[in-house]
């Protein structure tokens, strides 16, 4: 929840995309769901700025009706870059392109430094999943029976029908005869907790985030490295997340129309809580 003034607001999409660019820039884009009466007048002042990235200001504002008197207001902040100093623009110049020992497409003298990266773009895409109720973290001390008969009771299960009465290990309990102990789950299962609260209200899922990292780079030589696909690393620059880790999904490269430089486009996955499982996905 973020607020505006006195008006609050759930952030749906989240995406922040840093170029070098200097015709387009950074931009931000926020889009968030707000009752339809309250959409205009949430909408901030225009060239205003926001925290999540600086030297950017409010530029546009989208406000779409919806459903039930719901509306979605889309906000995009941009500001071109800062013209930067260039380094080497010109071919030939400064010993940029040309130059002798330059070391560029491989052809430099030996010991000359690796191939200049043309330009190097990143963006960054965060949204919200669906996830399981019983998932959420504040329900890790949910355990054992309990456990068992919240989900019994999440698919469905009445308080008066019969399930198997299990110990705290969620093993269910025999009678004399070997068969499972019955008993009516509203006997069993503590009706004063916040989770049977929000189940028995109808919230089975919570809005988790999910978010995935991009970097793409122009360069005179393939530095695309599949060998890290499908193993945790940080990508550069990335945002941190407390207690999640980047697990790199994808790498591409392809040749421009030039015939001499390289795109190159890497693209990371964000985790949930807990960070992905190094035994499954560790370098």
């Known amino acids: 929840m973020v607020w505006f003034g006195h008006t609050g607001y759930t952030i749906t999409a989240l995406t922040i995309e840093l170029s070098r660019d200097r015709e387009t820039g950074d931009t931000v884009e926020l ?48 500001k071109p870059k800062v013209e930067e100093e260039e380094e080497d623009s010109e071919g030939g110049e400064n010993g940029s392109e040309e130059g002798e020992g330059s070391g560029e497409d491989g052809e430099g003298e030996e ?39 919240l989900k019994a009771f999440m698919d469905g299960a009445r308080l008066w029908e019969l399930v198997p009465e299990v110990d705290n290990a969620g093993k269910p309990k025999l009678d ?22 929000l189940i028995n209200k109808g ?52 040749m421009n129309d030039d015939g001499k430089t390289y795109t190159i486009e890497n693209t990371w996955l964000l985790s949930g809580l807990g960070g992905w499982d190094k035994d499954l996905y560790g370098a």
């Not at 889009?31 to 225009?46: F, K, N, Q």
């Not at 963006?123 to 456990?147: N, Y």
């Not at 004399?176 to 609260?197: C, E, H, I, R, W």
Request: net charge neutral; glycine share 6%.
């Open 111 to 149: 010991g000359s430094s690796p191939a200049r990266t043309v330009s190097f773009t990143t963006s960054f895409d965060v949204t919200v999943v669906d996830q399981p109720i019983l998932t959420h973290p504040k329900m890790a001390s949910i355990s054992g029976g309990q456990l068992e008969y």
């Open 203 to 254: 919230v089975t899922a919570y809005k988790d985030i999910m978010a995935t990292y991009t970097v793409r780079q122009t360069s005179r030589t393939d530095k695309s490295d599949i060998s890290s696909v499908g193993t945790i690393n940080d990508p550069p620059k990335a945002p941190k997340f407390p207690n999640r880790s980047w697990l790199q999904v994808s790498s591409n490269c392809s």
């Open 176 to 197: 004399s005869d070997g068969l499972p102990v019955m008993k009516q789950l509203g006997k069993l299962l503590n009706t004063g907790s916040k989770a049977f609260d």
């Open 31 to 78: 889009t968030y769901e707000i009752p339809e009466g309250d959409a205009l007048r949430s909408v901030p002042e225009m060239d205003s700025g926001i925290d999540v990235l600086s030297s950017v200001a409010l530029s546009k504002a989208v406000i779409t009706p919806g459903v039930a008197g719901v509306a979605s207001v889309k906000l995009t902040y941009t």
